[in-house]
């Protein structure tokens, strides 16, 4: 169980970093509830179990779970099929994602799915290292890959289909995929893009929904879209009212955010926005330096990895993370079409923080074992 184990390689600057956007996101969550307590204190028993997740999961080989690929697998394929089946939608969710679970309560599956996905892929990879510029290979890995990604996106949630696709794609990436694979990828991927603008305004996108649809069309076309913009316009202009330092936590004014109900969803989707109204430009460039360091550390990591399985581990969380992150503030700074992402280690939700633990978990397991045994 302790094979390999090096305390002096633990990631405690990993774990600085994440705790710090605990404490933040806690405080955040506390002033976006107006100090509800059972959810402050929800995320503060997510965040010390997940801690001893870490502590519990670090002790373990990650290739010895690596051995339990197929399980993993099998596991997030039963958890989403478990949504389709008995999913339901919380109050104000607007989509089914969750099930209920003896004890914790609520569960959402795709979160899980993301970590299960990085452990499978990794060691999907690592076992056919030399095949990954077989067309044969690439075939049967993009059928195994496309089947959580398709049922996630059947919930619907195509937020985190593009995230869980970003992340595989990232790590067949690092496997060492030839670069014809990669030019040829975006040869087809560009005009492509083009391609789906014309059908999207044509609505004729087989696997978008039509508010999915409407969103991007008035990201892309704001002027004619007008309605659709409605709640990242007032997250925009609650983030430039904080100006510098902004209004301060638990500000009670009823042009904020969080009291006007400019926006739904402000301790989950647009926390970002309760953040850059309450702690100004200094904590909004506080939690995205934070969240740069975590992505930097999370490649350091792999480039001290022993083997490919590990270093796609390091890979896949730092992809995980930082395209998450980037792509919850880009749409709270109207940078990206609206949709339901949550923000690692901030947002309120037990199942993400959760899930975010056992990746670093894997990656504090991989950590200690770096170097030669």
């Known amino acids: 169980m302790l094979d390999g184990y090096k305390v002096k390689y633990y990631p405690f600057r990993l774990l600085f970093y994440i705790l710090v956007l605990n404490v933040m996101g806690v405080l955040v969550i506390s002033s976006a ?62 989509a089914i994602r969750w099930i209920k679970v003896p004890i914790i309560g609520q569960l959402q599956p795709s979160e899980i799915v993301k970590i299960g996905m990085i452990l499978f892929i990794a060691s999907f990879l690592g076992k056919h290292q030399e095949d990954v510029d077989r067309i044969s290979f690439l075939i049967v890995f993009a059928a ?12 619907p949630d195509l937020s985190t289909t593009i995230v869980v696709f970003i992340m595989i794609l990232s790590m067949l990436f690092v496997s060492g995929i030839s670069y014809r694979w990669v030019l040829g990828s975006l040869a087809f991927i560009i005009p492509s893009a083009a391609i789906f603008i014309f059908l999207l305004r044509s609505n004729v996108v087989p696997f978008l929904r039509g508010y999915q649809a409407n969103r991007i069309l008035g990201w892309i076309y704001p002027d004619k879209y007008a309605d659709i913009n409605v709640q990242q316009d007032n997250s925009i202009m609650a983030i430039s009212s904080g100006q510098l330092m902004g209004k301060g936590l638990n500000n009670n004014t009823f042009a904020s955010v969080k009291n006007g109900n400019f926006v739904s969803q402000d ?46 581990v390091c890979v896949g969380f730092a992809v995980l993370v930082g395209f998450q992150s980037f792509t919850n503030i880009s749409v709270a700074t109207g940078l ?23 990746g670093v978990g894997l990656v504090a397991s991989v950590a200690v074992r770096q170097g030669k045994n």
Request: one cysteine or more; charged letters at 15%; hydrophobic letters at 55%.
């Open 33 to 94: 509830t107006d100090g509800d307590r059972g959810m402050v204190a929800k995320q503060i028993f997510g965040i010390v179990l997940g801690l001893v997740l870490v502590v519990f999961i670090s002790f373990i080989h990650y290739r010895k779970i690596m051995e339990l690929m197929w399980v993993v697998y099998g596991i997030c394929i039963i958890l989403l099929l478990a949504v389709l089946v008995f999913g339901y939608s919380p109050e104000g969710a607007g």
């Open 336 to 358: 990206f079409p609206n949709t339901g992402l949550p923000l690692p280690f901030i947002s309120y939700g037990v199942s993400s923080l959760l899930s975010l633990y056992l």
């Open 267 to 312: 301790q989950t989707d647009f926390i970002f926005a309760v953040i850059g109204e309450e702690l100004g430009f200094i904590g909004s460039m506080v939690v995205i330096v934070l969240f740069a360091l975590i992505v930097i550390e999370c490649f350091r990591l792999a480039s001290k990895a022993k083997d490919l399985e590990g270093k796609l």
């Open 144 to 155: 195994v890959a496309a089947i959580p990604c398709f049922l996630i996106l059947k919930e």
